[in-house]
């Protein structure tokens, strides 16, 4: 089983449309967690952590669920311009590490 | 203008030559850290620095060298016997490695390709 896992999609919406992706993680001693969105041949971006309480950040919304093992993120009111890749990122809290692990990644292609 | 760079942004290389590739920030991080990147996959760690003169080998370590002589500088060398070094490569900083939350940074990436 993987450490981070993803839904590669690609989730194909409509301009408007709220979309929603899970991430399920393998350690249940993981301690802090985030989303990235990466642009075709870029860099990854920090979109948000995300905090134990949850988090909004305009049109965007992230939850962790401890219980589980799995974080979210919610996109309202999609554009054109979120059309990206989505990185869901866990710092396993290894011994003696910070260094984070990224998941594959989901792909979102929003549509006129 | 705070920021990390990488160059060159594309590179290069024959087989049996060894590359580096340069990682500058100015941000005053602590933590740098080195991820490959290929296609369709996540990030994976090579290496990384939690501070000067002191580095740790990531998940791939093997190919790949580091040094960590300057707060500011993270060179990473992909020797000739990295035996698939063509990938997208990144730096990243973080304020300090042993934070929970250690927000990274990233440059914009070297694209390394083995002719």
């Known amino acids: 089983r993987k450490e981070v896992e993803q839904d590669p999609g690609p989730f194909n919406v409509p301009e408007g449309a709220t979309v929603a992706f899970n991430c399920t993680y393998s350690n249940s001693a993981s301690q802090s967690f985030f989303w990235y969105r990466q642009d075709c041949r870029k860099e990854p971006k920090l979109l948000m952590s995300v905090y134990s309480s949850g988090n909004e950040d305009g049109r965007f919304t992230a939850q962790l669920n401890r219980a589980s093992q799995y974080i979210s993120l919610l996109i309202r009111d999609s554009k054109l311009s979120d059309s990206a890749t989505y990185l869901c990122v866990v710092n396993l809290g290894s011994t003696g590490r910070r260094a984070l692990t990224f998941g594959s990644g989901t792909r979102l292609q929003v549509q006129p | ?115």
């Open chain 2, 1 to 115: 203008d705070g920021g990390i760079t990488q160059s060159p942004k594309y590179l290069f290389r024959k087989e049996g030559q060894n590359v580096t590739l340069s990682c500058e920030q100015n941000l005053n991080h602590d933590a740098m850290y080195w991820y490959r990147q290929d296609p369709g996959q996540g990030l994976r760690l090579i290496y990384y620095s939690q501070i000067v003169n002191d580095f740790q080998k990531g998940d791939i370590a093997e190919g790949y060298s580091v040094s960590r002589e300057k707060k500011e500088s993270f060179p990473l060398t992909v020797t000739s016997a990295q035996k698939n070094p063509t990938a997208f490569y990144l730096c990243a900083s973080s304020i300090s490695a042993g934070a929970v939350y250690n927000e990274q940074f990233f440059g914009p990436g070297t694209r390394l390709t083995v002719l």
